[in-house]
């Protein structure tokens, strides 16, 4: 999530610039039948006309408003919608976000990161869906549309929290080209690492300068949390937390050290690159060069770095150079959940402010924006994306290969961070992790160092398992 804030869902934002106008609880107050005072809405999303994500503001006042509003119309409410809109930094409006839901304020529906989600349950900022709108919460008729996996980016403690608005996955990426040069097949798709290792080894004897790139160390920040160790993590059979307790120094966390010592210290690997402060950005530029055979990455890699038209390091023979893979695991089977293949998977949330005084209507129109009506229109001209469900991704994707094998393959069995307030600073820990490997220590030692920050940053050894 370093990693690039996604366009395939706005992360949210409120600012104080409109909100005292826009508030909860400044609607009249009527029942808003048709012929009473209008039930007054908010919606808010880190999005502006002309500025950030204006596709997503656009959508919203151009096509939701008047949409819902027609809709409710003819179900005799008279329901108005406002829509609040702001273009500030993330965590710029994080904090204003917090201060508004702590302080009883803020916009009836409102996006966040998943990443928040979890932070902000604990704090009392948002509250289930179900304890605010009934039964009508789980009877959504989009949930089973949307898989298990991706809806467990909007549940915590085994509750809905908000509705997923899209999400994203991690694949391997391969050189079809280098790939031939080493006697490797075009439909590659390994079953364990060793078989990486293995194509690592023919690609290095074959000439290519870097075999394998995944990525390692705090230069690459988030990137190599989510495109390194938390998917090798994943494919050993473990997760960074589970049940309560944060995963210390446990065999799956060895092992995907281990991973990251047979590439970097077996030649396969560049330990320079993981260290330079634009090592990702370099990374994206070799691969496009052809120096670079495997890289793991997530969709985003595939959209907007080697995009022939519109990529940072485009690629014009993209779609037939460019093949990739499912991550598999250590060996068949041995993945989270028994799995043979594993992913991880980020994305943004809606939610209905527990403040609102309004919160069926509110839901109401949170669902309606991801209908399968609102997400063909907010994924028209350009914008497509993996949406969170499953019968318009079969649509909308129909000309994106990529993005069709990452919802049709990779999303049922993907994996979501922690969305606690504390998942940051573990995070940091498990990059230098991989960077102490890279630079040369052993694994196991690389594995109790970790645990021992984790002690420090979750409140000692009682809430580590290992």
């Known amino acids: 999530m370093a990693l690039r804030k996604r366009s395939l869902g706005v992360v949210a934002v409120i600012t104080a610039a409109g909100l005292g106008l826009a508030a909860c609880g400044q609607s009249s107050g009527g029942g808003g039948g048709g012929g009473g005072d209008a039930i007054e809405l908010t919606i808010t999303q880190n999005a502006i006309a002309g500025g950030k994500n204006a596709a997503g503001a656009n959508f919203i006042a151009n096509w939701v408003i008047p949409k819902f509003e027609a809709a409710q119309k003819a179900k005799g ?43 902000f349950a604990e704090a009392g900022y948002l509250k289930p869906l179900a304890d605010l709108v009934g039964t009508d919460a789980d009877g959504w008729d989009g949930w089973s549309q949307i898989p298990e996996a991706v809806q467990g980016l909007a549940t915590f403690n085994g509750k809905k929290y908000a509705l997923p608005v899209g999400t994203d996955g991690r694949v ?28 690592g080894a023919k690609l290095k004897s074959s000439g290519v300068p870097v075999p394998i790139q995944i990525n390692a160390g705090t230069a690459m920040g988030e990137a ?11 494919g050993a059979g473990g997760e960074v937390q589970k049940d309560g307790k944060w995963a210390g120094a446990t065999q799956p966390l060895k092992d995907a050290l281990g991973l990251y010592q047979k590439i970097y210290g077996g030649g396969l690997g560049d330990p320079k690159l993981q260290q330079e402060a634009k090592g990702r950005d370099k990374s994206f530029q070799q691969f496009a060069a052809g120096k670079i055979g495997i890289l793991m990455e997530g969709d985003y890699f595939w959209r907007g770095v080697v995009n022939p038209a519109t990529g940072v390091a485009k690629m014009a023979d993209r779609d037939q150079v460019v093949g ?4 598999p695991a250590m060996e068949p089977g041995k993945g989270i959940r028994g799995q043979d293949f594993v992913s991880m998977s980020g994305g943004a949330l809606r939610t209905v402010n527990p403040n609102s005084k309004h919160p069926k209507e509110a839901f109401e ?67 230098e992790a991989t960077a102490a490997v890279v630079g040369g220590t052993a694994p196991d030692q690389a594995a109790a160092d970790y645990q021992k920050k984790l002690e420090g940053i979750v409140g000692g050894p009682g809430n580590i398992a290992s």
């Open 172 to 199: 391997l990426y391969f050189n079809k080209t280098l790939f031939q040069k080493a006697g490797l097949p075009a439909d590659w798709q390994p079953k364990s690492w060793q078989e990486i290792l293995d194509a």
């Open 324 to 327: 990739y893979a499912m991550i």
């Open 365 to 431: 129109l949170a669902t309606f924006t991801l209908s399968p009506e609102g997400l063909k229109e907010e994924t028209k001209d350009g914008n497509v994306r993996i949406t969170p469900r499953t019968d318009v991704n079969k649509e909308i994707l129909a000309g994106e290969p990529l993005l069709t094998y990452i919802s049709e393959k990779v999303l049922p069995l993907t994996a979501y961070r922690p969305p606690v307030a504390v998942y940051p600073q573990v995070s940091v820990a498990l990059q």
């Open 224 to 234: 190599t949390s989510m495109q390194g160790v938390l998917p090798l993590l994943a």
């Open 77 to 119: 409410k008279n329901v108005k919608v406002k829509f609040v809109p702001s273009g500030v930094d993330d965590e710029q409006y994080k904090t204003k976000l917090s201060l508004d839901l702590k302080s009883g304020k803020g916009a009836d529906v409102i996006d966040i990161d998943g990443i928040w989600a979890g932070e």
